[in-house]
């Protein structure tokens, strides 16, 4: 008995999925992202452009995937498209593109703006640390214990846009494999 071979349309829906979950996981992780100062000032990611940017892209990206899952479910299952015609195959193409490079542009921003800043951040901290050190007696240890601390936490924050970003370059994966799915999907 011969099989009928791979359901293209339900990886393509598997792959939508999974790709909404991660550009969740994504935003999830910045929106948890914080730091506080020992005065206790509030560093998130609404204070950093890029890391708003990050949300932004996933947050449209989503809004595109959860606009097609009903779509792609429904063509899943009875592998007919929902409305006959070319409309829909030609928005899959097209829009799967368009997402997948501003998704793209998101996993760029994320991780260059948290490179930038892990290499600026720390060396000042440390640069600080230096200085009190030299200060010796004038500048209490405690002083030094604090700017410890404190490019400890900057440091963390910035592990954590990191992992932002790697999230969301698996997304962007991800929906680079609907869009070639979508492809061969077009031309079937």
Same mark, same amino acid.
């Given at each position: 008995m011969a099989s009928k071979g791979i359901n293209i349309a339900a990886v393509i829906l598997a792959l939508r999925i999974i790709a909404l979950l991660t550009l969740v996981a994504s935003v999830v992780v910045l929106l948890l992202d914080t730091y506080k100062l020992s005065d206790g000032e509030k560093t998130t990611f609404k204070d950093i452009f890029a890391y708003r940017y990050v949300i932004s892209t996933a947050s449209i990206v989503a809004? %595109?995937?959860?606009l097609q899952l009903p779509l792609a479910t429904y063509y899943a299952v009875t592998e007919k498209r929902l409305v006959r015609g070319k409309l829909l195959p030609h928005i899959?193409? %097209?829009?799967?593109?368009?997402?997948?490079l501003l998704l793209a542009t998101g996993v760029g921003a994320g991780f260059a703006v948290t490179f930038e800043l892990k290499k600026i951040l720390p060396d000042a901290f440390d640069g600080f640390i230096?200085?009190?050190e030299l200060a010796g007696g004038a500048v209490g240890s405690d002083f030094i214990d604090l700017l410890q601390q404190e490019r400890s936490k900057i440091t963390g924050f910035l592990n954590m846009g990191y992992i932002?970003?790697?999230i969301l370059l698996a997304g962007c994966v991800f929906m680079a494999l609907v869009s070639?799915?979508?492809?061969i999907n077009r031309t079937k």
């Open positions: 809004l %595109y995937l959860i899959d193409f %097209y829009g799967d593109k368009l997402i997948s230096a200085l009190a932002a970003a790697g070639v799915l979508s492809s």
